[in-house]
């Protein structure tokens, strides 16, 4: 999600809330509020959400024409709701931008199904129109894998917690959102009002140093290791064919385990491939889980899981299995820097990407 989208959106509640017109004014016994009249009431209470300035108008309008609110307030409010262009739908309001401003969406939008990517929109346009929840008593928010976040999410967070600090934390080389990339998390301390105070740590604590020289090949990083120092366990790189792959998946599971290696991970580049590689197993007497969506439990000590639900894991053992015909590709570099560095302890990469390190290198 580009910061265009985040200053499309914003211009058009802008000049969505500019273009409120009345096109008739209201009345009662000799007093009357012409159309324009009723235009700059409008604009009087322009600080307000959209429906809070609207509530403030038609109490202003009862006060004009002296007609008791309570009385009077639903009948005033229906009158300048067919009398204007006043729309409350943030769903309509959402659909009238991406037409406005000629973004392409799927079907699906249509069907009421929210896709991730407008999540943020239409926040946006509901908080225009409703205001933004109010949590002024938390004091602190935490939030970590930054890296995923749009700096618009991130602006949206702040406004709703007004009043607490924030710590937040992230690695760009593990960002796999494909609307926002980042070159330094540094770039988010404008949301803050320029009083964040940015730390940039080089070291990392997960994997040992093989494992760390090898994934800092991928993106062509130089992250450098302070922990696990005498491991002497080599990132063992082998091309397995298809015929091959039950036969030396086993041998290596077989080895993590006398290696000590309490968890070990089989991570595919797509839940099809982990879904083929299960399936070797199925006949087989060596157990070990699929994990093929997002709220499955991991309870076995040895699983097959594709790359898009690793993230935030870790392994003693990790073997990256790559398809020959369906790899890694040069885009979803960051992604295969993920899967590598879920290994703590051991790392077996199944076809390289090739193309992919040789372009970083």
């Keep these: 999600m580009s910061n265009q989208y985040q200053n499309d959106i914003v211009e058009f509640v802008e000049e969505y809330k500019k273009s409120i017109v009345f096109i008739k004014g209201i009345s009662h016994n000799d007093v009357k509020i012409t159309a324009e009249e009723l235009k700059s009431i409008y604009e009087k209470f322009s600080k307000f959400p959209l429906k809070e300035r609207f509530e403030h108008m038609i109490n202003s309008v009862c006060h004009t024409l002296g007609l008791p609110r309570k009385k009077y307030f639903n009948s005033i409010k229906k009158t300048l709701l067919e009398s204007s262009n006043i729309n409350f739908d943030c769903i309509k309001s959402y659909q009238l931008f991406l037409t406005a401003y000629n973004i392409e969406k799927t ?144 041998e290596d599971i077989i080895n993590m385990d006398k290696l000590g290696m309490g968890k070990i991970a089989i991570i595919t580049r797509d839940v099809e491939q982990a879904k083929k590689l299960y399936l070797h197993f199925k006949n087989s007497k060596m157990d070990i889980q699929l994990i093929a969506c997002s709220d499955s439990k991991i309870i076995d000590s040895k699983i097959i899981i594709p790359s898009y639900l690793s993230k935030g894991l870790e392994f003693d053992g990790v073997i990256v299995y790559n398809n020959p015909d369906k790899p890694f590709t040069e885009e979803e570099g960051n992604l295969y820097y993920v899967v590598c560095t879920r290994a703590q302890h051991k790392l077996n990469v199944y076809n390289e990407p090739r193309q992919l390190i040789l372009n970083r290198l």
């Design 107 to 250: 079907d699906n939008f249509k069907k009421d199904k929210i896709n991730y990517e407008d999540i943020t929109g239409l926040l946006y346009i509901y908080f225009s129109i409703n205001g933004y929840p109010n949590y002024n008593y938390i004091k602190q928010i935490v939030i970590d894998e930054v890296q995923d976040y749009t700096p618009f999410q991130l602006s949206l967070i702040k406004r709703i917690f007004k009043n607490a600090a924030f710590t937040i934390l992230g690695d760009i080389n593990q960002g796999i959102n494909p609307y926002q990339r980042y070159n330094s998390l540094a770039d988010l301390k404008d949301i803050y009002d320029g009083k964040a105070k940015y730390i940039e740590l080089t070291k990392t604590y997960r994997s040992s140093e093989e494992i760390i020289d090898y994934t800092n090949t991928i993106l062509g990083i130089n992250n450098v290791c302070s922990v696990r120092h005498n491991n002497n366990i080599p990132v063992d790189i082998k091309d397995v064919p298809d015929s091959e792959i039950l036969r030396v998946l086993k």
